[in-house]
């Protein structure tokens, strides 16, 4: 079994920054890839981006590519989503999961925290 725990979400104005956090623990060695989720309130959960456990590969959504990135921290067993310029329309729940393959589909991970909130004021 894998645990994850998110933090970093809160209330920030257009245009700032915050940084995710994704604390997994457990059966780390079965991790392959870390992904980043997110779904807003009424829509579908959606990708956001992923990394692999060795840090050595990552793929940004392309709503998000040149505002996020996402790093790794095998050491403290710690993914991160940075988001800066953050908009209006990424207020959502972020959610992290873990899974083998680097899929964009969320059934394809399965190991999921609770979710952090990151609500964005216009």
């Known amino acids: 079994q894998v645990q994850l725990v998110e933090s970093g979400g809160g209330l920030v104005q257009a245009g700032g920054s915050l940084r995710l956090s994704c604390v997994a623990s457990?059966?780390?060695?079965?991790?392959?890839?870390i992904g980043w989720f997110r779904q807003a309130p009424g829509k579908e959960r959606e990708f956001v981006a992923r990394?692999?456990?060795?840090?050595?590969?990552?793929y940004l959504a392309d709503s998000i590519r040149g505002r996020f990135t996402i790093s790794g921290d095998n050491a403290k067993n710690t993914v991160y989503l940075q988001m800066n310029g953050l908009k209006p329309e990424d207020t959502a729940v972020y959610y992290c999961?873990?899974?083998?393959?680097?899929?964009?589909?969320?059934?394809?991970?399965?190991?999921w925290g609770q979710g952090t909130q990151v609500t964005v004021s216009s």
């Open positions: 999961a873990a899974g083998y393959s680097g899929s964009v589909y969320d059934r394809l991970y399965r190991y």
């Open positions: 457990g059966r780390t060695i079965s991790i392959s890839f």
């Open positions: 990394i692999s456990w060795s840090g050595s590969t990552s």
